[in-house]
């Protein structure tokens, strides 16, 4: 049922496009707008993304919440797999929209037939998802029309048989660099007055023949026809915008810089196809975004077309890897230098990619991190390596690499927890290697998820320790059990005496500090006999052993 009789006639479109974002962003089988969930036992369904019948709402609700595999993100953001299917569904999540002045609280929620869960990083694109009350929503700057028209009429220009492609086009990618700042310290309408005024001057700037879209935020799109095949006609149209952008600054009833940067490329010299243009065109938009007093105009290189298919390529295959969990683990020992024994073994994840073999790890975890798909790896890790830490003769040690970045999200504990539970392993067995170099985000959440992971008894270690940000600042603000010493002091150990003076003095405030310290990178007996002599407990590199395939026993 599609009922919204009950809603302001201006609503209706703007529900229909919330439920149809939601369906591409996650992606789900189905999604929905449902009314007055608290009040009613069968709520209506306000709008969908495409027709449904749902099972009757009180079994819906009472199935989610004896669901298994439950997680949670920002914003009342809910997921969980029914224990039997409702209906034809198996998974399901779920957001709350704000309440509504008649006391009302709509919820969207999207449903999955597969018995795959969601992944956690759809449970953040819907978290980020502005979902407003219904009655607030931002009207849209006129005109605009977004992405899905933008590659519509790219698709008609490129592809259709009835326009001839001996006319090539250019596509502009214009982005406002101060909206976002702008919008966090002074208010959507200080924002939106700027991107309207951007808006009128694009439309009064391009020629009748473009076609001119707003993407969204501060983001434009023009697609310019090249007649003659004149592709400098791209470039003079970007510095024109630019100017003008600019010359709007100087009157003085405009306090805010519009500070354009425009990346562009060109149909067919630069890109054979729709989506290919637009990818080169946002690759050269990032090459200059952010940049003060520099260039505001970047046409895409060859060279950063290329990184840029490469990067695309990257993407997909490791999102395939993430979805089949084509990975596999190397195990590194560790051995405590007052023993000589191995006391642990950390797990490294490494994956062998379809056609291109084994990819160095920095390059697929940092792709990992910029797209917002490195939680799905770290959490892969945390179950497969507790689950065969359990079948080892010894109960040695683990540790496992998590990265600092999704720490805000507050589910990187719920993970270890379940990874623990799953297994069975004991949690004083694990430790958690957090890197120096990433940022742990807001302080404040940092150091409550930190708290919760080693209130399970679980140690935390900081990795890479004198090579990242604020180091010392970690030190004083996080739990840590450990501090790595990394590779980059432990190869200058008896060449540099610096660097030596370095370590003993850190090795010195670890202990003070009530941590106790591991060196990596270890390859001879003199940095060995130089660690143990000031004190430093664990040691890992090849001189005691190389990351090995098979795991231990």
């Known amino acids: 049922m599609n009922d919204t009789s009950s809603l302001p006639t ?25 009314g007055s969930v608290e009040q009613d036992e069968q709520p209506v369904v306000l709008s969908h993304s495409k027709p449904v019948r749902l099972p009757p709402f009180a079994q819906l609700k009472e199935a989610m919440d004896a669901s298994i595999d439950q997680l ?25 929209l704000r309440e509504k002045k008649d006391g009302s609280s709509p919820l969207l929620l999207c449903l999955n037939r597969s018995e795959k869960p969601f992944p956690s990083s759809a449970l953040t694109r819907l978290a980020s998802l502005s979902l407003p009350a219904v009655s607030g929503l931002r009207p849209p700057v ?62 009064a700037t391009a020629p009748d023949s473009c ?31 630019v100017t003008r952008m600019e010359a709007a600054h100087s009157r003085p009833e405009n306090s805010f810089p519009l500070e354009p940067h425009i990346g562009w490329a060109a149909f067919p010299f630069d890109a054979p196809d729709t989506d290919t243009l637009i990818g080169f065109a946002n690759a050269a938009l990032a090459g200059i975004r952010g940049q003060r007093g520099g ?19 990257l993407e997909g295959d490791l999102r395939h890897a993430i979805a089949e969990g084509h990975f596999r683990l190397n195990w590194l020992p560790v051995l405590e230098t007052a ?34 798909l ?38 990187v504990a719920a993970s270890i927890g379940s990874a623990l539970e799953k297994s069975g392993l004991e949690p004083a067995r694990l430790q958690i290697e957090l890197s120096e170099r990433s940022g742990f985000g807001r302080p404040d959440i940092a150091r409550k ?28 603000n996080y739990p840590f059990d450990q501090v790595k010493l990394d590779r980059v002091f432990i190869r200058r150990l008896g060449r540099d005496s610096r660097v030596e003076t370095i370590l003993r003095s850190t090795i010195y405030m670890i202990h003070a500090l009530n941590m106790s310290c591991c060196a990596e990178g270890v390859e001879t007996e003199e940095q060995l006999g130089f660690l143990d002599a000031h004190g430093c407990e664990e040691i890992q590199g090849y001189l005691i052993g190389r990351p090995s395939v098979q795991p231990p026993r």
């Open 374 to 411: 490195i939680e799905d790896i770290d959490t892969w890790v945390l179950h497969h390596a507790c689950q065969q830490a359990t079948t080892w003769t010894q109960p040695l040690g683990l540790s496992i690499n998590v990265s600092p970045s999704w720490l805000e999200t507050e589910r």
């Open 211 to 241: 076609f001119t879209v707003h993407l969204g935020g501060g983001s434009f799109a023009v697609v310019v026809p090249l007649e003659q095949q004149n592709v400098e006609a791209a470039n003079e149209l970007a510095t024109t915008i």
């Open 339 to 372: 023993t000589e024994h191995v006391v642990a073994f950390e797990a490294l994840v490494r994956w062998d990619r379809n056609g291109h073999g084994e990819v160095n790890p920095l390059v697929f975890l940092d792709c990992a991190e910029s797209t917002g």
């Open 449 to 476: 998820e930190l708290a919760r992971i080693r209130a399970m008894g679980v140690r935390l270690v900081l990795d890479d320790f004198g090579t990242g940000f604020g180091a010392l600042e970690k030190l004083t």
């Open 295 to 313: 260039t505001r105009i970047n046409r895409v290189a060859p060279e950063i077309g290329k990184v840029h298919a490469e990067r695309v390529g």
């Open 72 to 96: 949670a993100a920002g914003n009342g953001v809910k997921a969980g797999q029914f224990s039997e299917k409702v209906g034809e569904f198996s998974a399901w999540v779920c957001k709350p």
């Open 142 to 203: 006129p005109g605009s029309s977004g992405i899905a028209d933008l590659m519509r009429y790219l698709d008609t220009r490129i592809t259709s048989p009835g326009i001839s492609t001996a006319t090539p086009l250019a596509l502009l990618r214009i982005d406002l660099a101060r909206i976002g700042p702008i919008n966090d310290s002074d208010g959507w309408p200080v924002s939106d007055a700027l991107i309207g005024q951007a808006h009128d001057i694009l439309h």
């Open 10 to 34: 201006d609503e209706g479109p703007l529900l229909t496009l919330l439920v149809r974002c939601a369906a591409q962003l996650l992606p789900c089988d189905v999604a929905c707008v449902v």
